[in-house]
């Protein structure tokens, strides 16, 4: 009896012994502080310190790769930890626990076409992940008076947070209106964005609609026709704008430096005036051509604007009503003159010029009194429409004064020698010493071998330096 005693005590404590040794052998290496490790998305982590213990090894000896976490998107990933020829899988959660934080507007009005989005109440919204923002209710919208509504906003840890706020909804009666719509050149059989610089406002709707209607308008074939902008809003108020498209045959755009030929551009502001006549009879003289920058000032004389293109001058657009307060009143207030002097410019010769000059030249500083940074916008923004802008690099001085003496007119007007050379003078009844001082002006540089054109689309664009 004690024999078979003995031998089972022996035989338990060997099996102790063998599971003890299995457990020993069998039991990872690597022990972990959680089943699952759960990490705020965009924060750092330390894959190491997920790692409570190693067992027969220095914690350093474990190696750790983490390269399918992606900690900027929600979701499990597994990080791989290697000792020795062993490898153990652990789990990586990155989650989002932090609710969204935002504001909403204040004093919002809104129409009641009962399409409000709650997003449009909301701003700021600080939250590492994408987030929703909605009403917590069904509220009715098409009711005008005030109302009180809930917002919530939720990301994608399903986190919410709530804010109310008081709307004002309104009735809608105010038409949106278009910024932007001005006359338009396109070049014949391209195609054109009509919605490129247009863009629509409104005291209620953030986005109302725009429509253009373009049939009028045949590309294949030069001529002047008209748009029509359609701009609603979703209270259904309606707004309409017609645009002049006027195609032809090329744009200029780009900007042309000197040639290597010798040329003069002569060219007259402010015309037509009781001069314009004595003028383009000196030119006829010299078989010389010039550029007229005109204006609606002295509309008496309007004939000779078309004279003067009849004889092969170019018409080039100045202002209307040269006023500077007014035309530098505005983006708007410019074009809307500078449509008027197209328009005036077109009864003499058939089509508007799309050459033109500023008045003041593009680097006035004058323009700073009725509108900052106008100069800045229009020099573009000409270009845009199809325009290019001729400033001078050659100036006769006779804007100094009236009667300016012959002699100095003379002087001023031939001191230059660059290859092209764009002269500023004027035409005006005032200016009488500027047209006896033509013939000297002329005969010196077609000594010197330049021939004097008027400005065409590859005449060299003298643009000075704006500042304003
Ligand atoms: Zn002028």
């Not at 972990?32 to 997920?50: G, P, W």
């Not at 906003?153 to 004002?168: M, P």
């Not at 008496?300 to 530098?328: P, W």
């Amino acid at each position: 009896m004690k024999l078979k005693k003995r031998i089972y005590m022996l035989l338990i404590v060997l099996v102790f012994i063998i599971t003890a040794s299995l457990y020993i052998l069998t039991r990872p290496k690597i022990v972990f502080l959680h089943d699952i490790e759960k990490v705020e998305i965009n924060n750092q982590y330390d894959a190491k310190s997920f790692v409570e213990k190693v067992r027969g090894h220095d914690k350093n000896e474990v190696k750790i790769d983490d390269s399918k976490v992606n900690i900027k998107k929600l979701g499990t990933y597994v990080i791989v930890y290697k000792i020795g020829d062993d490898k153990y899988e652990h789990k990586i959660e990155v989650v989002d626990t932090k609710a969204p934080r935002f504001e909403l507007l204040k004093n919002v009005e809104v129409d009641t076409a009962g399409k409000l989005k709650a997003k449009e109440l909301v701003t700021n919204i600080q939250d590492e992940t994408k987030t929703k923002v909605f009403f917590k209710e069904d509220y009715d919208l098409k009711k005008a008076g005030k109302l009180k509504v809930t917002v919530v906003v939720e990301d994608e840890g399903n986190n919410q947070t709530e804010k109310e706020t008081t709307i004002q909804l309104i009735d809608d009666k105010e038409a949106p209106v278009l910024e932007g719509v001005g006359d338009l050149m396109i070049e014949k059989n391209k195609k054109i964005d009509y919605l490129k610089n247009i863009t629509a406002k409104d005291n209620l709707d953030p986005n109302p609609s725009i429509k253009v209607d373009d049939s009028q308008v045949d590309t294949s074939k030069l001529g002047t026709y008209q748009i029509v902008y359609t701009v609603s809003d979703r209270s259904n108020n309606k707004h309409t704008y017609k645009q002049r498209v006027e195609v032809v045959d090329k744009l200029i755009q780009k900007d042309k430096g000197q040639s290597q030929e010798k040329i003069v551009y002569l060219t007259f502001d402010d015309g037509p005036s009781n001069n314009t006549k004595k003028i383009l009879d000196i030119l006829d003289q010299y078989n010389a051509k010039a550029t007229f920058f005109v204006t609606g000032t002295n509309q008496k004389c309007n004939y000779l604007i078309k004279e003067a293109h009849q004889k092969g001058h170019t018409i080039a657009l100045h202002t209307y009503c040269h006023d500077y307060s007014q035309v530098y009143s505005s983006v708007d207030a410019y074009f809307d003159d500078l449509a008027k002097i197209g328009q005036m410019v077109k009864k003499e010769i058939g089509f508007v010029p799309r050459f033109i000059r500023f008045p003041g030249g593009s680097s006035n500083t004058i323009s700073r009194r009725y509108c900052k940074g106008i100069m800045t916008q229009l020099t573009k923004e000409v270009k845009n429409r199809g325009y290019q802008y001729y400033d001078w690099n050659g100036d006769s001085t006779d804007a100094l004064g009236n009667n300016v003496p012959v002699s100095q007119l003379i002087r001023n007007a031939t001191s230059s020698s660059a290859n092209n050379i764009n002269i500023l003078c004027h035409d005006t009844d005032a200016k009488g010493t500027t047209v006896q001082a033509l013939p000297s002006i002329i005969q010196y540089y077609q000594q010197r071998g330049y021939q004097f054109k008027g400005i065409d689309e590859n005449s060299f664009t003298p643009h000075q330096s704006v500042n304003n």
